[in-house]
């Protein structure tokens, strides 16, 4: 283990919120469609690179900047996501017992038609901007982290938008809390679901787009996504929000850490060690109420 | 339903004499070879049954306990000679203990928590596999020698044959388990814990301690498993290993064929593992099989949760009663 210089370490806490932003934009569907409907969508990994894939494909033949493509992922995505529900995750019966092999078979699909179309190849997404970064007093603020970590802020600033100041919101806040109570006055919460989970595949396709010029990925590197992801809502509380984006921000600047302390090959290993933290000392996570349902 | 009773015991009996004979009069390797895949599927399905059938944990994380009971049989096998089929039903003791102390973490969880911890422990086994580089040789993987016995190497038309053998006496010792624990208090402990938890507790079931030895014994049979499959195949990596993948299969095979059942898993794994060989062979090359996979798995979860034991059984029920009925008439 090293310890960093004061310098290193400031510039390590720069890269790890920016990093966690995108983070935070990532695991913030996850986390929403588990509020609303009790699915653990393990399909959200393949989904992130579903939507670096198309960000790659129309970079690659029309020049089209990543986070200009973000407009083109996340209404295609949307509907995609919409259709999932729709006739798939809405004929299943208990969330909690099944909801997990069945959007696991979805990833399994999806990885198995990337990888006949792209093959493994490892790729990702260069704009001419990709070595670029702006220094600020000495620290280096890289270009792509940078854009990235505001587009995941829009987004997810428009998501807040979309719960908090609008009708179908309150639905989807009123169907988190409870669905039952949500029905008896009057919210059609098939229809809430489907809104509430196309609305958590679209924001996992604006993470796929930052994450393509990122990250290199390859179809396989879908199962990366969902293990990271997945520690981020635990660790949050599943099914909060603003849990999910503080534990983003944590595991993001946890994960720069380790990396310049121990080595990058074990820096993953933070998102588990807090997972089992959380699940030993406070099961419900941060700002999450204890699961204790049993599907 | 006297039908009923003498077939439950005719036709394990004859299932077992097919199986005893089947190497001698199938001579074809690739044959011999899907068998010992099927019978290794068995009994990983049939062992994973005993916490996420019985207890009702639908744990994804037994790939972590097939995969260290390979690595540590491939590990001491090049390090000190231990043979595999000796040393693999030892190690995996050691797997049993490992899965013991992961259970007593994990199952303090339930439902979906449950499900994402599992996974996770799965991510941990291949991180700790691809970076103990000095033990496991990282992605590399661990190569063992040609199997053998005693300095002579067994004869590459005859090599599946041992295999084929010392799997079946692993089904056989799983399934007699599964059977000796469903009628016994231990089995109507975790029957009840996945029928009401709270209400198993209230009746004085130690509920934590059921949990997580039903936990540990069906990582013991998986561990057992894994080191006959990392002989099997002289070669162990991490990335084969540790995926959920491996986890995915064994859960699809106990799911179709019946999941809380004796024989539902074995049912499972003699229609899912040809299967599954026939869809590799079919779509190897590409990615496509990944996808037929997940068709099937979709297909299971939407239109037969309940498995085909189960809708069998309400059928010859079903069935029975209106005959009887019929006669009284």
């Known amino acids: 283990m090293t310890i960093p210089s004061f310098h290193l370490f400031i510039q390590t806490l720069i890269l790890g919120v920016l990093v966690g932003g995108v983070y935070a934009l990532m695991s913030s569907g996850l986390t929403l469609i588990f509020g609303v409907m009790r699915v653990i969508n393990v399909a959200h990994g393949a989904i992130l690179i579903l939507g670096a894939f198309i960000t790659y494909v129309l970079f690659q033949n029309f020049q089209i900047d990543p986070i200009v493509s973000i407009v083109i992922t996340m209404p295609l995505l949307f509907g995609v996501g919409w259709l999932i529900q729709r006739y798939i995750l809405s004929r299943i019966e208990s969330p909690e017992q099944t909801s997990v092999l069945v959007t696991f078979a979805l990833a399994l699909i999806m990885e198995g038609i990337l990888g006949a179309i792209f093959h493994t190849t490892i790729r990702s997404v260069k704009p001419d901007y990709a070595t670029d970064a702006i220094i600020l007093a000495s620290y280096r603020f890289p270009v792509t982290r940078l854009m990235g970590f505001a587009s995941a802020l829009i987004v997810i600033l428009c998501l807040n938008l979309i719960l908090y100041y609008t009708n179908i919101g309150r639905a989807i806040r009123a169907t988190m809390q409870d669905p039952r109570a949500a029905q008896l006055v009057g919210i059609n919460v098939s229809k809430i679901s489907a809104f509430a989970f196309a609305l958590g595949v679209s924001t996992a396709a604006a993470g796929g787009s930052l994450l393509s010029m990122i990250y290199s990925f390859n179809p396989s590197s879908q199962t990366d996504w969902i293990a990271k992801t997945l520690s981020i809502i635990v660790l949050g509380g599943m099914g909060s929000l603003p849990g999910a984006l503080v534990a983003a921000l944590i595991l993001g600047v946890m994960e720069q850490l380790t990396a310049i302390m121990i080595t990058l090959y074990w820096s993953p290993i933070v998102f588990y060690f807090f997972l089992f933290i959380t699940l030993i000392i406070r099961p419900q996570g941060l700002m999450g109420e204890i699961i204790r349902e049993k599907g | ?329």
């Open chain 2, 1 to 329: 339903m006297e039908k009923i009773r003498i077939a439950k015991v005719v036709l394990p009996i004859v299932l077992l004499g097919i199986l005893l004979v089947y190497p001698l009069v199938e001579t074809s390797q690739y044959y011999q070879h899907i068998m010992v895949m099927t019978l290794m599927a068995a009994v990983m399905a049939s062992s994973w049954n005993i916490i996420g059938g019985y207890a009702g944990y639908t744990s994804l994380g037994h790939a972590a306990f097939f995969g260290l009971g390979g690595y540590l049989v491939a590990w001491t096998h090049n390090e000190y000679g231990w043979h595999p089929f000796v040393s693999t039903w030892f190690l995996a003791l050691v797997v049993a203990g490992v899965a013991l102390a992961v259970g007593w973490i994990a199952l303090r969880t339930q439902g979906s928590a449950f499900v994402v911890v599992t996974i996770a422990v799965i991510f941990i086994f291949r991180l700790l596999a691809l970076n103990l580089s000095a033990i496991t040789n990282g992605a590399q993987g661990l190569t063992q020698p040609r199997p053998g016995w005693g300095g002579v190497q067994w004869s590459p038309e005859l090599m599946k044959v041992p295999f084929h053998y010392i799997m079946l006496l692993l089904l056989c010792l799983t399934i007699y388990s599964s059977w000796r624990i469903r009628q016994s208090k231990f089995g109507m402990g975790l029957i009840a814990i996945r029928e009401d938890e709270g209400k198993a507790e209230a009746v004085g079931i130690d509920t934590m301690l059921y949990k997580v030895l039903a936990f540990g014994i069906s990582a013991y049979f998986i561990g057992v498993a894994g080191g006959i499959y990392s002989y099997f195949f002289t070669y162990i990596d991490p990335g084969f290993v540790f995926d959920i993948f491996v986890s995915v299969t064994m859960v699809l095979i106990a799911i179709l064929g019946g999941r809380g059942t004796l024989w539902g898993p074995v049912l499972g794994a003699f229609i899912m593992q040809p299967l599954a060989n026939w869809v590799v062979s079919e779509f190897g090359g590409t990615q496509i099989h990944l996808t037929v996979f997940g068709g099937i798995l979709l297909f299971v979860m939407l239109f037969m949760p309940q498995g085909i034991l189960p809708a069998l059984n309400e059928f010859l029920m079903r069935w029975n009663s209106k005959t009887r009925s019929a006669s009284a008439n």
